[in-house]
T-cell receptor
Framework: GAGVSQSPSNKVTEKGKDVELRCDPI?????LYWYRQRLGQGLEFLIY????????KSGLPSDRFSAERTGESVSTLTIQRTQQEDSAVYLC????????????FGDGTRLSIL | EDQVTQSPEALRLQEGESSSLNCSYT??????LFWYRQDPGKGPEFLFT???AGEEKEKERLKATLTKKESFLHITAPKPEDSATYLC?????????????FGAGTQVVVTP
């Protein structure tokens, strides 16, 4: 079946511009997660949505970062006034709603800030 | 402070040469340790979840074990297709259940 889909796969933008990244989770997955992966490093948790509960935003690095999710479907991660240190791969994952269910990842959006 | 450390950073193996990767952790009340495999340009692929000390999971040439302080991923008689970065992640008892903390990974290269 279809996996987690992210778009665009690559994004190059100028410093100071806003960017919007999209994630389509696996159908039926109520939980959705965003991570950031800098070159050569592990994944850094950003935010997590579960059903209608308030999202866990504890990993968002600054108020320039925000994310939304429409129901149990698409999510968008928005970065305003991008900085060079925002350059990274942004990964989205989804899972069924129980804690013991594994997170399934998309292939990410590679963001480059010039 | 919760911490996840993986070693070695990189590992080069000959085909058939078994080895082990280490993931040591310091977390408040472990509620799951996860192993993922990541190929270049791809998202992580789930391998195993371990919940309690003494637990073991196996899949093909991979076997994961867990103690109270660390986890090992054993690769038995590796093949070139086992080349990847292996990531370890933990879920802490003080965080929401959706939040995983990842180590930096071990890059494994298996040569024919």
């Amino acid at each position: 079946g279809a996996g987690v889909s992210q778009s665009p796969s690559n994004k190059v933008t100028e410093k100071g511009k806003d960017v919007e990244l999209r994630c389509d989770p696996i159908s039926g997955h109520t939980a959705l997660y965003w991570y950031r992966q800098r070159l050569g490093q592990g994944l850094e948790f950003l935010i997590y949505f579960q059903g209608n509960s308030a999202p866990d935003k504890s990993g968002l690095p600054s108020d320039r970062f925000s994310a939304e999710r429409t129901g149990e479907s698409v999510s968008t991660l928005t970065i305003q006034r991008t900085q060079q240190e925002d350059s990274a791969v942004y990964l989205c994952a989804s899972s069924l709603g129980q804690p013991n269910q594994p997170q399934h990842f998309g292939d990410g959006t590679r963001l480059s800030i010039l | 402070e919760d911490q996840v450390t993986q070693s070695p950073e990189a590992l080069r193996l000959q085909e058939g040469e078994s080895s082990s990767l280490n993931c040591s952790y310091t977390v408040s009340g472990l509620r799951g340790l996860f192993w993922y495999r990541q190929d270049p340009g791809k998202g992580p692929e789930f391998l195993f979840t371990l919940y309690s000390a003494g637990e073991e999971k196996e899949k093909e040439r991979l076997k994961a074990t867990l103690t109270k302080k660390e986890s090992f991923l054993h690769i038995t008689a590796p093949k070139p297709e086992d080349s990847a970065t292996y990531l370890c992640a933990v879920r802490s008892g003080t965080d929401s259940w959706g939040k995983l903390q990842f180590g930096a990974g071990t890059q494994v290269v298996v040569t024919p």
